[in-house]
């Protein structure tokens, strides 16, 4: 034992006699000239060391150094390409005897890095490796050398690196050119041993800025090296951090992974939270949350995402409502050399809206989308803010005064400003929605069924089909956003639907009930709510039955009438304003902001009504006469007293505005224009002249007087 222990000693004696040997023996500082020669040598740069070069015998035998810099070429902004205020390394001496070369940590403090590109285009890295091939002999006439990674009796050399730390290392990159500037602040970074093929532990916190972009890092995670980079892996990495622009904050977001290499699926998490807008109450902010599996294969063009679930909290101003959730889940696989992008079990949701279904995403200067999407429930109105829910509910046309009404007071003007659809040229679109309802403008829609187009700034409306107010809509159309402002064709067709809740929903108007179909063919330029009345041209064709003109009783005017022509009073008995009509057809032709019709039919019990006028769509005024006819006795609509109106046009005139419309009886035109009122009238007065003349009635003269007066009449 006693042996041992002196052989140990002695060693120990011996190691400490060599370490003071080589400290007194040999000074690291005589190998600054040389070291700045081979430097210059290779790159043509500058090796400054200010510090002095040290032993280092704790933790291990190495040398350590201060101050050292690369100068940079005269004519650049900072006079360093690279600058540390200090490093350490070690080498184990021991395992040199057997070819491996054991370097210890390496820690550099206070690196900073600093490269430049100026305006005329030259770097401050260039020209950083000399070209010395010019002055390399002709192949055979030297032997080669010796291989660096072979000794002398040709074993290679095994090279292990205990690890790499960085202390407040700094860097600026800078382009001239384009006038941008990165900074990295700091950087701190801990890189375990670097073996190919075993797990390494790297850590990394990192504080800079990219333009008016500040991030700040930090993160985690084990790093397996292979020979091929591909073959690389990191495992248990954890990320997370902060971005900061003048009007978008990423306060924190995070970043975990089971697993990430080549090849292989990985589990990863995110999350985020952050803000977009300034001061106290941003414009937006919200939280992203979410689980998905990817995979990216080795020759890095097909990426796989599957079981991909995310779901983000939104609030603010910027949203249509105060406060938003959405959700996204499905499958995606991304063909990089193809710019393909294959979208299948998609699910998407916003509050209560959900949308499934598959797409595609080719990518270009003008990316195109494909999708087939369905949905059970979307109320747009929800989203986009209910129309006209600040105005006053229109009075009810059944009760209305026939008295004239004017517009009402503080209406806003109709705007003249055109949407701007530059949006609509920076995608292509191709694709169909299905949804079981749909909310709009206060109507609701059902078996909806839309299938669209967009090209190049032209949307094309192939099919829309839905189900309303008990009948059923077709259309198809349009826009045209290539040129300013835009123009537009539409063709619609509603079949057997009830006109009285769309009148009321649509335009706040009760005029008309009945069921029926419409049919609008209009083309027009402009979008604005100017330009759309007053620059829509086309036609509008209308045929109701079983339904009701309210606002109107003809067969009360009817009797007016009758107490005009007789002299008598009309007795006030208060009745609905409302007249009941089998079938109503009309009409309209569109043109220079004017809806004009002259074919408007209405059978009503009793009553036959022809009717023609216009409305002018900008002031939403009215101005239409309709002639009214007694065609057969019916006591529900007058009675005998009717009766002794057969055959008498009885005019009506609808003045007035669109919300509040006057109905009143047009005297001048009732004496006019009615052959048969003269007939009668004409046979009254001679009747009383004669009881009242005699047989002077029949004198030429008087006659001339009678007719005379007659005429006068009926002017």
Avoid at 176 to 187: A, F, H, I, V, Y
Avoid at 434 to 455: E, I, M, P
Avoid at 601 to 622: D, I, N
Wanted: zero cysteines; aromatic letters at 4%.
């Amino acid at each position: 034992m006693k042996k041992i222990i002196y052989i140990l000693l002695g060693l120990a004696l011996a190691a400490l006699i060599a370490i003071a040997a080589l400290v007194s023996l040999i000074d690291p500082n005589q190998f600054k000239p040389q070291l700045a020669e081979q430097v210059k040598k290779n790159t043509g740069r500058e090796l400054v060391m200010e510090g002095d070069i040290g032993w280092r015998f704790w933790p291990s035998l190495g040398l350590s150094l201060e101050k050292v810099a690369l100068r940079n070429p005269a004519g650049f902004a900072e006079p360093d390409l690279i600058r540390v205020e200090r490093g350490d390394a070690s080498v184990a001496l021991l395992p040199l005897l057997s070819h491996r070369l054991e370097i210890g940590e390496i820690t550099l403090a206070g690196a900073h890095l600093f490269i430049q590109t100026r305006a005329d285009g030259r770097s401050n890295l260039q020209d950083l490796v000399l070209d010395r091939s010019k002055n390399v002999p002709p192949a055979g006439d030297t032997p080669a050398p010796a291989s660096p990674a072979t000794g002398e009796e040709g074993k290679p050399w095994q090279i292990e690196l205990q690890g790499v730390v960085l202390e407040q290392a700094s860097a600026l990159v800078r382009d001239d050119r384009k006038g941008t500037e990165s900074r990295l602040e700091r950087l701190d970074l801990n890189l375990g041993r670097l073996t190919l093929g075993q797990w390494v532990p790297v850590t990394l916190a990192a504080k800079g800025e990219q333009g008016k972009l500040a991030f700040e890092l930090k993160g985690q995670a084990q790093i397996k090296l292979a020979e091929d980079a591909r073959d690389s892996a990191l495992k248990e990495l954890t990320l997370s951090g902060s971005l900061s622009a003048p009007a978008q904050r990423l306060d924190a977001f995070s970043l975990k992974a089971d697993r990430l290499a080549l090849g292989e699926w990985s589990s990863l998490i995110l999350s985020l939270n952050g803000v977009e807008g300034t001061g106290d109450k941003p414009a937006l902010a919200g939280s992203l949350e979410g689980t998905l599996k990817a995979r990216l294969d080795k020759d890095l063009q097909l990426l796989e995402v599957s079981d991909a679930v995310l779901s983000a909290n939104l609030k603010g101003e910027a949203l249509p409502r105060p406060q938003l959730a959405l959700k996204l889940a499905g499958f995606a696989r991304a063909e990089l050399d193809k710019q393909l992008i294959t979208l299948s079990n998609l699910v998407m949701g916003a509050d209560d809206a959900l949308l499934s279904g598959n797409g595609t995403v080719r990518l270009g200067a003008v990316p195109r989308v494909e999708f087939d999407l369905k949905g059970d429930k979307l109320d747009l109105d929800g989203w986009l803010g209910k129309q006209g829910e600040a105005k006053a509910a229109a009075p009810s046309l059944a009760t209305a005064s026939p008295a004239p009404a004017a517009p009402a007071q503080g209406a806003q003007a109709l705007s003249s400003v055109e949407p701007d659809l530059s949006v609509l040229k920076l995608v292509d679109l191709a694709g169909r929605l299905q949804l079981g309802n749909l909310r709009v403008k206060g109507l609701d829609l059902s078996a909806v069924d839309l299938r669209l187009a967009l090209a190049g700034g032209q949307l094309s409306f192939s099919q829309f089909n839905a189900g309303v107010a008990g009948g059923q809509v077709s259309a198809n159309g349009v826009l045209d956003a290539r040129q300013q402002p835009a123009s537009y064709q539409v063709h619609k067709r509603v079949q057997g639907v009830d006109v009285r809740p769309l009148l009321q929903t649509l335009a706040q108007s009760d005029l008309l009930e009945g069921k029926g179909d419409l049919e609008v063919q209009v083309q027009g330029h402009g979008l604005s709510e100017q330009a759309l009345r007053s620059q829509m041209q086309g036609k509008v064709s209308l045929a109701l039955h079983d339904g009701a003109l309210h606002g109107v009783n003809l067969a009360q005017m009817i009797r007016e009438a009758r107490a005009t022509l007789t002299g008598k009073g009309a007795e006030q008995v208060k009745e609905v304003r409302k007249t009941d009509f089998s079938a109503l057809t009309a009409s309209f032709q569109l043109a220079n902001g004017i809806a004009s019709s002259n074919d408007i039919q209405l059978a009503a019990p009793a009553l036959r009504v022809q009717g023609q006028g216009q409305t002018a769509l900008v002031p939403e005024t009215l101005d239409f006469l309709f002639l009214t006819s007694v065609v057969e006795s019916s006591k529900g609509q007058g009675g005998k007293t009717v009766d002794e109106l057969k055959d008498i046009s009885i005019p009506v005139r609808i003045g007035g505005h669109w919300q509040a419309p006057s109905y009143r009886l047009d005297v001048k035109e009732l004496l006019s224009n009615n052959k048969v009122l003269e007939d009668k009238a004409r046979k009254e007065a001679e009747r009383g002249l004669k009881k009242l003349l005699g047989d002077k009635a029949d004198d030429e003269q008087v006659k001339g007087v009678a007719d005379q007066l007659l005429k006068g009449l009926f002017k």
